[in-house]
């Protein structure tokens, strides 16, 4: 049996954001944040659910499923590939504008819900050892919170060591799918959670389509190419050129031709700097 890599841009977005299979979500979600009892989410609707035209072809450094609970908090689950830099200032902005947008679904700011960011890194982003580690805003003094409406959690994979036989808690079952899901070659035994096992059907290759094969090679040879014109392009200076004439507001078509470009690679820059 052999399984897709979980970090791939629609491998990411077709287990986690398939409304036919919820249930993986929610499993997902529920063991990364540790709710238990009356927090637990029992319900979830997908914002941006999977949809395979939409995303062949698209940008694959940043991976996100966004949804809200029973309860109308939402969840931004995000898979970053790439440190870049001014990735904690994109954060802040995306979490903050999920929660100041509801006011347009409420007439008081009472009526606001809670954003919860949950960001999978396939790098080191803390000083924590943990791989798992959850930010608040707290009273630097006495640990008090009284602003709860926003909390971050990254799971940054490459510190996660455990092996197969060391799973234990469902959490570290579901870090493991997510970082080896590619190297495994069959289901793990005493797997009893039935969102985690929905995943593990999802990442099974032979339940795909050839239009999803095709595009999730696609994906892997974007960012491939991606990673590429971005280092051509700073190795021969041009970034720096690209980036004034842009905010000079000069057109990407006479920027391209100045500096001995292409449109693509001009833009793949700008975007590029855009999520700093």
Do not use: C
Not at 1 to 30: C, H
Not at 69 to 92: A, C, N, S
Not at 151 to 179: A, C, M, S
Not at 201 to 225: G, H, I, K, P
């Amino acid at each position: 049996m052999k399984f897709v890599d979980v970090k791939n841009d629609i491998a990411f977005r077709k287990i986690f954001g398939n409304e036919n299979r919820k249930e993986t979500l929610i499993s997902f979600l529920n063991a990364v944040l540790d709710f238990h009892g009356d927090q637990r989410i029992k319900q979830v609707s997908i914002l941006n659910p999977y949809q395979l035209p939409k995303l062949k072809g698209g940008k694959v450094t940043i991976i996100d499923v966004k949804a809200t609970d029973q309860v109308g908090r939402t969840y931004i689950i995000e898979m970053q590939v790439g440190d870049i830099d001014g990735f904690e200032k994109r954060v802040l902005y995306y979490s903050s504008k999920s929660y100041s947008d509801q006011i347009k679904r409420a007439d008081f700011y009472r009526k606001l819900r809670p954003v919860i960011f949950i960001g999978i890194l396939d790098f080191v982003h803390t000083e924590n050892k943990k791989y798992i580690s959850r930010s608040q805003v707290r009273d630097i003094e006495t640990g008090e919170q009284t602003i709860k409406d926003m909390e971050f959690t990254f799971i940054e994979l490459p510190k996660f060591k455990l092996e197969l036989d060391d799973l234990k808690t469902l959490i570290e079952k579901w870090v493991y799918f997510i970082k080896n899901g590619e190297n495994i070659e069959v289901v793990p035994e005493n797997l009893h959670d039935e969102g985690l096992k929905s995943a593990y059907e999802e990442a099974n290759v032979q339940t795909w389509t050839q239009e999803e094969l095709d595009a999730y090679e696609y994906a892997f040879m974007r960012e491939e190419d991606e990673r590429a014109r971005l280092d051509k392009a700073k190795k021969d200076g041009k970034i720096d050129l690209v980036i004034e004439l842009f905010e000079d507001g000069m057109p990407i078509e006479k920027i391209a031709k100045l500096s001995k470009m292409t449109g693509e690679e001009v833009s793949e820059i700008i975007e590029h700097q855009a999520n700093k």
